[in-house]
């Protein structure tokens, strides 16, 4: 893990290099492997992150989310909702 001041200065960086990047389905795990490596100094991210974890279905809706860890400390989370589409049927409207 790194100090409090080197993960100021690699957050600044990481922050600027971020800017305006990416979308948040097609980066969320480069993000979240790169935030956990160059901010906070983690060596193996896969044991602090869990990815795509279904928490909710409702109907043809279902809710995912993305958790980081640091032992039992929440680093940061987001969800995202994916809906169920009969490709046919979408497709004939068209």
Known sequence: ?????QQ???AAAFAERWK????????SQVFWTELLTEVFGIENP???IRY???VKVDGKKIEFKVSAYSGDAL?????H???V???ERFMSKL
């Open 1 to 5: 893990m790194k100090s409090d001041k």
């Open 8 to 10: 100021a200065i690699a």
């Open 20 to 27: 305006g990047r990416g979308y948040e389905k097609g980066d």
């Open 46 to 48: 896969s044991t602090f």
């Open 52 to 54: 795509e974890e279904q």
């Open 75 to 79: 680093l940061g989370e987001g969800t």
């Open 81 to 83: 909702l994916r809906f």
């Open 85 to 87: 589409v009969d490709r």
